[in-house]
């Protein structure tokens, strides 16, 4: 039996769940803060604990909200291994665009007196998107190989694309498959991934043997993997 209610702190809405639990769980889910309590818990004691981690709140619920998709024509930034990077438009003498990208830039090149219509974001982010995919593709084999040393487990065949329903997929075949969108998250984030495919050559499901290799070799997985929507 659970009871659930809203408080709000400094404009911060917080829904606080009474439930028969004796620890406290803070979490961020579809962009809303959440707080699990038990339900012997005070009001006065909840409000509390509500001010002491509304710094944590308020940062992590901004992360869950920034959009992580190409979207050149309303935004002007991308992610990059975590990082928020700038998108530069530079119009120079240039028949064609040109995009350059990197851990650390990402420029569009233009011909000078060009006027950007909805084709021509639609012909960048198809660049871009390629160009993600290569960046991409260096992060995750690096990673992959760290993890086929650290234990042992090599797949059949590594494949990297833009998928829609998850992050990383092993299949029966020993084959996997690993999402570039990773590129947008952190090296933790995509070294995650990879051992969490790897141990799938070993364990085909997600029970208490396969949560423990993972933590074997990662101890602090929970953490990196909360970070991935």
Not at 33 to 62: D, G, H, P, Q, T
Not at 199 to 207: R, V
């Amino acid at each position: 039996m659970t009871d659930t209610e809203i408080v709000t702190i400094n404009g911060l809405d917080v829904i606080v769940i009474r439930s028969k639990i004796k620890n406290t769980y803070f979490s961020i889910k579809d962009g809303k803060a959440y707080m699990k309590v038990s339900k012997y818990c005070s009001k006065s004691k909840i409000e509390e604990m509500i001010k002491s981690k509304e710094k944590w709140f308020r940062k992590n619920l901004e992360k869950s909200q920034e959009p992580k998709e190409i979207d050149l024509k309303n935004r002007d930034y991308i992610y990059i291994l975590g990082k928020k990077i700038k998108i530069e438009y530079i119009y120079e003498n240039r028949t064609t665009a040109r995009i350059i990208l990197n851990e650390n830039e990402c420029k569009i090149l233009l011909p000078e007196k060009v006027i950007l219509t909805d084709a021509h974001y639609q012909m960048m982010e198809k660049k871009l998107d390629s160009l993600v995919k290569s960046l991409s593709s260096k992060y995750i084999y690096d990673a992959m190989k760290k993890y086929i040393a650290l234990t042992g487990l090599t797949p059949k065949e590594i494949k990297i694309g833009k998928f829609k329903s998850f992050w990383g997929n092993c299949s029966s075949k020993k084959v996997i498959k690993m999402n570039q969108k990773l590129l947008y998250y952190g090296i933790p984030q995509i070294e995650y991934v990879c051992l969490h495919e790897l141990t799938h050559l070993k364990y085909m499901n997600h029970q208490k043997d396969f949560w423990e290799h993972v933590k074997k070799y990662m101890p602090e997985y929970k953490k990196v993997s909360s970070v991935l929507k």
